[in-house]
């Protein structure tokens, strides 16, 4: 991208007032800037949750890993973060703050779902999301497995992704999604039953 289509990119995601559409704007243009150097970011964690469901759920940050090799190290992420205008850097330059949303830069994507990236298109370029049924799973081990405790809002999170899928809003592999929820990265099918079933029964009250 040349400066003036950043800058034109950059105006498009101050004037946009959806913040779940501002974030994707965002995720977009610093998505494109990484690509054109031959990296491949993905999102994933409650980010993608926020986009896989419109904004029902928002996670306050993008966080973006990278799949396979090349991977870009402290000074080529800066150098590409810098490209944007008034662009902001905190955490030894992981997280950047940019029109008031911010996107953390991670590590290598870890996820057990064979499936292919999700892709959306926005109007600077493609953005990348962990598969649904990774994301789904990841966030009910998250909310109700990880450390043999209970987190609310990753709760809450997991819930609305799965209202989203179980409404049919937004199409799962429901086969794949309990081979990931038994892999022994997470072992929590007991748990993602227990979370279907009670969106189901929320879902069904709601409808009655």
């Given at each position: ?29 610093v ?22 469901t419109?904004?029902?759920y ?40 940019i ?11 870890d ?38 405790g209970?987190?609310?809002?990753d ?8 209202a ?13 999604a ?14 993602f ?16």
């Amino acid at each position: 991208m040349t400066a003036h289509e950043i800058v034109a990119a950059l105006i498009r995601v101050r004037e946009e007032t959806d913040l779940n559409s501002k974030s994707l704007l965002l995720a977009g243009l610093v998505s494109e800037l990484f690509r054109e150097r031959g990296f491949e970011p993905v999102i994933v964690g409650g980010s993608a949750i926020e986009f896989y469901t419109d904004g029902a759920y928002m996670s306050g940050d993008t966080d973006i890993c990278w799949t396979g090799w090349p991977q870009p190290d402290n000074d080529q992420r800066r150098e590409i973060m810098l490209q944007i205008p008034g662009v902001k850097s905190h955490g030894g330059g992981k997280s950047w703050g940019i029109e008031g949303l911010w996107i953390d830069l991670l590590g290598e994507i870890d996820y057990r779902a064979d499936k292919a990236l999700s892709r959306f298109d926005t109007p600077h370029g493609e953005v990348r999301l962990i598969p649904v049924e990774d994301a789904l799973v990841g966030r009910v081990y998250a909310a109700r497995k990880y450390c043999n405790g209970y987190d609310e809002k990753d709760d809450d999170c997991a819930k609305k992704l799965m209202a989203a899928v179980l409404s049919k809003r937004l199409p799962i592999d429901w086969e794949e999604a309990y081979r990931v929820a038994a892999c022994s990265k997470y072992n929590c099918v007991p748990e993602f039953d227990a979370v279907k079933a009670e969106v189901e029964a929320e879902l069904a009250k709601s409808a009655s």
